[in-house]
Protein backbone atom coordinates (compact mmCIF):
# COMPACT_ATOMS: atom_id res chain seq x y z
CA UNK A 1 0.00 0.00 0.00
CA UNK A 2 2.73 2.39 0.78
CA UNK A 3 4.63 1.91 -2.53
CA UNK A 4 1.06 2.52 -4.15
CA UNK A 5 0.75 5.67 -2.39
CA UNK A 6 4.48 7.17 -3.73
CA UNK A 7 4.26 5.74 -6.79
CA UNK A 8 0.39 7.38 -7.46
CA UNK A 9 1.91 11.09 -6.30
CA UNK A 10 4.59 10.58 -9.41
CA UNK A 11 2.33 11.94 -12.93
CA UNK A 12 5.19 10.56 -14.69
CA UNK A 13 5.42 7.25 -12.92
CA UNK A 14 1.01 6.64 -13.56
CA UNK A 15 1.63 7.43 -16.89
CA UNK A 16 4.25 4.89 -17.53
CA UNK A 17 2.41 2.01 -15.74
CA UNK A 18 -0.64 3.16 -17.24
CA UNK A 19 1.09 2.60 -20.87
CA UNK A 20 2.51 -1.30 -19.57
CA UNK A 21 -0.64 -2.05 -18.66
CA UNK A 22 -2.53 -1.01 -21.53
CA UNK A 23 0.39 -2.73 -23.45
CA UNK A 24 0.12 -6.11 -21.93
CA UNK A 25 -3.72 -6.13 -21.74
CA UNK A 26 -4.11 -5.37 -25.84
CA UNK A 27 -1.21 -7.71 -26.04
CA UNK A 28 -3.28 -10.71 -24.12
CA UNK A 29 -6.55 -9.61 -26.22
CA UNK A 30 -4.51 -9.22 -30.04
CA UNK A 31 -6.94 -11.43 -31.24
CA UNK A 32 -9.73 -9.58 -30.70
CA UNK A 33 -8.34 -5.97 -31.06
CA UNK A 34 -6.29 -6.19 -33.88
CA UNK A 35 -8.71 -5.11 -36.98
CA UNK A 36 -7.36 -7.79 -39.51
CA UNK A 37 -5.36 -10.70 -39.90
CA UNK A 38 -1.86 -9.94 -39.22
CA UNK A 39 -0.23 -12.71 -41.70
CA UNK A 40 -2.81 -11.87 -44.29
CA UNK A 41 -1.22 -11.39 -47.55
CA UNK A 42 -2.68 -8.96 -50.15
CA UNK A 43 -0.51 -7.93 -52.78
CA UNK A 44 -2.98 -5.06 -54.24
CA UNK A 45 -2.38 -3.32 -51.36
CA UNK A 46 1.36 -3.58 -51.45
CA UNK A 47 2.55 -0.40 -49.31
CA UNK A 48 -1.02 1.26 -49.22
CA UNK A 49 -0.98 4.42 -47.69
CA UNK A 50 -3.24 4.82 -44.70
CA UNK A 51 -6.84 4.70 -44.28
CA UNK A 52 -9.90 3.79 -42.55
CA UNK A 53 -9.52 0.39 -42.93
CA UNK A 54 -5.91 0.04 -42.54
CA UNK A 55 -5.09 3.19 -40.54
CA UNK A 56 -1.39 2.57 -40.61
CA UNK A 57 -1.14 1.37 -44.01
CA UNK A 58 0.14 -2.25 -45.20
CA UNK A 59 3.71 -3.85 -45.68
CA UNK A 60 5.37 -4.70 -48.55
CA UNK A 61 3.12 -7.80 -48.94
CA UNK A 62 -0.06 -6.08 -48.38
CA UNK A 63 -0.53 -6.54 -44.66
CA UNK A 64 -2.23 -4.76 -41.88
CA UNK A 65 0.93 -2.80 -40.11
CA UNK A 66 -1.64 -1.82 -37.07
CA UNK A 67 -2.70 -5.73 -36.69
CA UNK A 68 1.18 -6.89 -36.84
CA UNK A 69 1.95 -4.02 -34.35
CA UNK A 70 -0.61 -4.89 -32.27
CA UNK A 71 0.84 -9.17 -32.36
CA UNK A 72 4.50 -7.90 -31.66
CA UNK A 73 3.44 -6.97 -28.23
CA UNK A 74 3.94 -10.70 -27.31
CA UNK A 75 7.21 -11.01 -28.42
CA UNK A 76 8.73 -8.18 -28.05
CA UNK A 77 7.10 -7.28 -24.60
CA UNK A 78 4.86 -10.57 -23.06
CA UNK A 79 7.19 -13.45 -23.79
CA UNK A 80 10.37 -11.01 -23.03
CA UNK A 81 8.48 -10.69 -19.38
CA UNK A 82 8.12 -14.51 -18.93
CA UNK A 83 11.50 -15.06 -19.56
CA UNK A 84 12.78 -11.72 -17.36
CA UNK A 85 10.29 -13.83 -14.43
CA UNK A 86 11.85 -17.29 -14.85
CA UNK A 87 15.55 -15.65 -14.24
CA UNK A 88 14.55 -13.78 -11.67
CA UNK A 89 12.65 -16.80 -10.13
CA UNK A 90 15.91 -18.89 -10.29
CA UNK A 91 18.28 -16.20 -9.41
CA UNK A 92 16.29 -16.01 -6.30
CA UNK A 93 15.84 -18.84 -5.62
CA UNK A 94 19.72 -19.54 -5.90
CA UNK A 95 20.81 -16.15 -4.09
CA UNK A 96 18.49 -16.86 -1.25
CA UNK A 97 20.40 -20.21 -0.61
CA UNK A 98 23.64 -18.56 -0.86
CA UNK A 99 22.96 -15.33 1.32
CA UNK A 100 21.08 -17.22 3.97
CA UNK A 101 23.25 -20.56 4.62
CA UNK A 102 26.64 -18.90 3.51
CA UNK A 103 29.64 -20.97 3.86
CA UNK A 104 30.66 -23.93 1.43
CA UNK A 105 27.34 -23.48 -0.36
CA UNK A 106 27.41 -19.84 -0.91
CA UNK A 107 31.15 -20.33 -2.15
CA UNK A 108 30.32 -23.21 -4.80
CA UNK A 109 27.61 -21.31 -6.17
CA UNK A 110 28.75 -17.95 -6.38
CA UNK A 111 32.13 -19.82 -8.38
CA UNK A 112 29.59 -20.91 -10.68
CA UNK A 113 28.19 -17.62 -10.84
CA UNK A 114 31.36 -15.65 -11.25
CA UNK A 115 31.95 -18.38 -14.74
CA UNK A 116 29.01 -17.70 -15.95
CA UNK A 117 29.44 -14.15 -15.33
CA UNK A 118 32.92 -13.87 -17.25
CA UNK A 119 31.35 -14.35 -20.60
CA UNK A 120 29.87 -11.16 -22.31
CA UNK A 121 25.95 -11.09 -22.22
CA UNK A 122 25.50 -10.77 -25.70
CA UNK A 123 28.43 -12.94 -26.79
CA UNK A 124 26.87 -15.76 -25.03
CA UNK A 125 23.49 -14.98 -26.31
CA UNK A 126 24.81 -14.81 -29.97
CA UNK A 127 26.55 -17.97 -29.08
CA UNK A 128 23.39 -19.76 -27.65
CA UNK A 129 21.52 -18.38 -31.02
CA UNK A 130 24.05 -20.03 -32.93
CA UNK A 131 24.13 -23.16 -31.54
CA UNK A 132 20.26 -23.53 -30.86
CA UNK A 133 19.66 -21.53 -33.84
CA UNK A 134 17.76 -18.38 -34.59
CA UNK A 135 13.83 -17.81 -32.75
CA UNK A 136 12.47 -16.25 -30.49
CA UNK A 137 12.14 -19.52 -27.97
CA UNK A 138 16.19 -19.70 -28.63
CA UNK A 139 16.56 -15.65 -27.33
CA UNK A 140 14.67 -16.51 -24.54
CA UNK A 141 16.64 -19.48 -23.04
CA UNK A 142 19.58 -17.73 -23.86
CA UNK A 143 17.87 -14.52 -21.96
CA UNK A 144 17.12 -17.27 -18.88
CA UNK A 145 20.45 -19.02 -18.95
CA UNK A 146 22.52 -15.51 -18.68
CA UNK A 147 20.50 -13.84 -16.48
CA UNK A 148 20.26 -16.17 -13.56
CA UNK A 149 23.50 -15.78 -12.57
CA UNK A 150 23.41 -12.25 -12.42
CA UNK A 151 20.56 -11.67 -10.24
CA UNK A 152 21.22 -14.69 -8.02
CA UNK A 153 24.55 -12.54 -7.09
CA UNK A 154 22.54 -9.10 -6.46
CA UNK A 155 19.85 -11.06 -4.97
CA UNK A 156 22.34 -13.00 -2.58
CA UNK A 157 24.24 -9.51 -1.55
CA UNK A 158 20.98 -8.01 -0.76
CA UNK A 159 19.93 -11.26 1.48
CA UNK A 160 23.31 -11.08 3.28
CA UNK A 161 22.24 -7.47 4.80
CA UNK A 162 19.92 -8.84 6.23
CA UNK A 163 20.70 -12.23 7.86
CA UNK A 164 23.01 -10.70 10.10
CA UNK A 165 20.11 -8.81 11.71
CA UNK A 166 18.93 -9.23 15.35
CA UNK A 167 15.56 -10.66 14.38
CA UNK A 168 16.57 -13.31 12.38
CA UNK A 169 19.21 -14.46 14.97
CA UNK A 170 16.50 -14.65 17.25
CA UNK A 171 14.31 -16.64 14.79
CA UNK A 172 17.12 -19.17 14.58
CA UNK A 173 17.58 -19.36 18.29
CA UNK A 174 13.76 -19.92 18.47
CA UNK A 175 14.15 -22.91 16.66
CA UNK A 176 12.10 -21.45 13.55
CA UNK A 177 12.42 -23.43 10.43
CA UNK A 178 14.62 -21.76 7.82
CA UNK A 179 12.49 -21.61 4.91
CA UNK A 180 10.48 -20.16 7.53
CA UNK A 181 12.07 -17.41 8.54
CA UNK A 182 13.72 -16.65 4.74
CA UNK A 183 9.71 -16.17 3.28
CA UNK A 184 8.01 -14.57 6.23
CA UNK A 185 11.56 -11.89 7.29
CA UNK A 186 13.49 -11.71 4.36
CA UNK A 187 11.74 -12.18 1.33
CA UNK A 188 9.58 -9.47 2.37
CA UNK A 189 12.31 -6.55 2.84
CA UNK A 190 14.48 -7.70 0.04
CA UNK A 191 11.61 -7.79 -2.31
CA UNK A 192 12.44 -3.82 -3.16
CA UNK A 193 15.69 -4.72 -4.47
CA UNK A 194 14.42 -7.54 -6.42
CA UNK A 195 12.19 -5.02 -7.92
CA UNK A 196 14.19 -2.40 -8.89
CA UNK A 197 16.90 -4.67 -10.47
CA UNK A 198 13.95 -6.53 -12.74
CA UNK A 199 12.21 -3.81 -14.06
CA UNK A 200 15.56 -1.80 -14.90
CA UNK A 201 16.38 -5.35 -16.98
CA UNK A 202 13.66 -5.38 -18.16
CA UNK A 203 14.78 -2.71 -21.00
CA UNK A 204 17.84 -4.48 -21.68
CA UNK A 205 16.00 -7.43 -22.51
CA UNK A 206 13.74 -6.10 -24.37
CA UNK A 207 16.27 -4.03 -26.87
CA UNK A 208 18.04 -7.30 -27.35
CA UNK A 209 15.15 -9.23 -28.73
CA UNK A 210 14.25 -6.06 -31.16
CA UNK A 211 17.55 -5.98 -31.94
CA UNK A 212 18.58 -9.56 -32.63
CA UNK A 213 15.08 -10.20 -34.58
CA UNK A 214 16.47 -6.68 -36.67
CA UNK A 215 19.42 -8.70 -37.73
CA UNK A 216 16.98 -11.61 -38.53
CA UNK A 217 18.08 -13.53 -35.36
CA UNK A 218 15.09 -13.32 -33.51
CA UNK A 219 11.51 -14.98 -34.48
CA UNK A 220 10.81 -15.48 -38.19
CA UNK A 221 8.27 -14.75 -40.79
CA UNK A 222 5.64 -14.78 -40.85
CA UNK A 223 5.19 -14.02 -37.24
CA UNK A 224 5.18 -10.10 -36.49
CA UNK A 225 7.97 -8.36 -33.99
CA UNK A 226 8.60 -5.04 -33.86
CA UNK A 227 12.18 -5.51 -34.59
CA UNK A 228 11.78 -7.82 -37.57
CA UNK A 229 9.11 -5.22 -38.67
CA UNK A 230 12.06 -2.25 -38.33
CA UNK A 231 14.31 -4.75 -40.86
CA UNK A 232 10.89 -5.57 -43.06
CA UNK A 233 10.61 -1.48 -43.64
CA UNK A 234 14.09 -0.96 -44.70
CA UNK A 235 14.27 -0.98 -48.31
CA UNK A 236 11.46 1.98 -48.23
CA UNK A 237 13.09 3.66 -45.27
CA UNK A 238 12.66 7.01 -47.32
CA UNK A 239 9.85 6.74 -49.11
CA UNK A 240 7.71 5.23 -46.90
CA UNK A 241 8.78 6.45 -43.51
CA UNK A 242 5.94 5.66 -41.91
CA UNK A 243 6.10 1.76 -41.74
CA UNK A 244 9.44 2.01 -39.61
CA UNK A 245 8.14 4.65 -37.71
CA UNK A 246 4.77 2.87 -36.09
CA UNK A 247 7.48 0.09 -34.20
CA UNK A 248 10.00 2.44 -33.99
CA UNK A 249 7.75 4.66 -31.83
CA UNK A 250 6.42 1.68 -30.13
CA UNK A 251 9.64 0.48 -28.97
CA UNK A 252 10.74 3.96 -27.71
CA UNK A 253 7.61 4.88 -25.93
CA UNK A 254 7.32 0.93 -24.12
CA UNK A 255 11.13 0.84 -23.14
CA UNK A 256 10.69 4.21 -21.79
CA UNK A 257 8.16 3.69 -19.59
CA UNK A 258 9.90 0.39 -18.13
CA UNK A 259 12.83 2.90 -17.63
CA UNK A 260 10.70 5.56 -15.91
CA UNK A 261 8.84 3.46 -13.59
CA UNK A 262 11.84 1.49 -12.72
CA UNK A 263 13.38 4.97 -11.92
CA UNK A 264 9.85 5.93 -9.96
CA UNK A 265 10.09 2.08 -8.19
CA UNK A 266 13.19 3.26 -6.98
CA UNK A 267 11.75 6.37 -5.17
CA UNK A 268 9.09 4.79 -3.73
CA UNK A 269 10.41 2.00 -2.28
CA UNK A 270 13.27 3.84 -0.78
CA UNK A 271 11.24 7.50 0.17
CA UNK A 272 15.00 8.65 1.39
CA UNK A 273 15.68 9.13 -2.50
CA UNK A 274 12.72 11.69 -2.23
CA UNK A 275 13.66 15.42 -2.68
CA UNK A 276 11.82 17.57 -0.25
CA UNK A 277 11.66 21.32 -0.80
CA UNK A 278 14.13 21.46 -3.36
CA UNK A 279 16.72 19.85 -1.10
CA UNK A 280 17.87 16.50 -2.37
CA UNK A 281 18.32 14.27 0.62
CA UNK A 282 21.21 11.57 1.20
CA UNK A 283 21.39 8.34 -1.09
CA UNK A 284 19.83 4.99 -0.12
CA UNK A 285 22.22 3.33 2.65
CA UNK A 286 22.23 0.21 0.37
CA UNK A 287 24.75 0.30 -2.32
CA UNK A 288 23.86 -2.94 -3.64
CA UNK A 289 20.57 -1.33 -4.63
CA UNK A 290 22.35 1.70 -6.75
CA UNK A 291 25.20 -0.53 -8.15
CA UNK A 292 22.74 -3.38 -9.39
CA UNK A 293 20.11 -0.43 -10.77
CA UNK A 294 22.69 1.06 -12.58
CA UNK A 295 23.95 -2.21 -14.27
CA UNK A 296 20.67 -3.08 -15.00
CA UNK A 297 20.23 -0.03 -16.93
CA UNK A 298 23.28 -0.67 -19.23
Not at 1 to 29: C, E, H, P, Q, W
Not at 56 to 77: A, E, F, M, Q
Not at 124 to 146: H, K, P, R, S
Not at 267 to 289: F, I, Y
Request: hydrophobic residues 55%.
Amino acid sequence: MRILKNLSRDKLAMISLSIILATIIVGIFAPFIAPHDPGAVNMKLRYASSSWTYLLGNDHLGRCVLSRLIYGIRPSVLWVLVALALSVLIGAIIGFVAGYFKGRVDAWIMRICDIMLSFPGYVMTLAVVGILGAGLENILIAFVWMKWAWFARVIRTSVMQFTDMDYVKFAKASGIPNLRIITRHIVPVTFADIAVIASGAMCSMMLQVSGLSFLGLGIQAPHAEWGMMLNEAREVMFSRPELMLAPGLAIVIVVSAFNFLSDALQVALDPKLMTSQGKSVQPHESEVRKTAYEYSRG
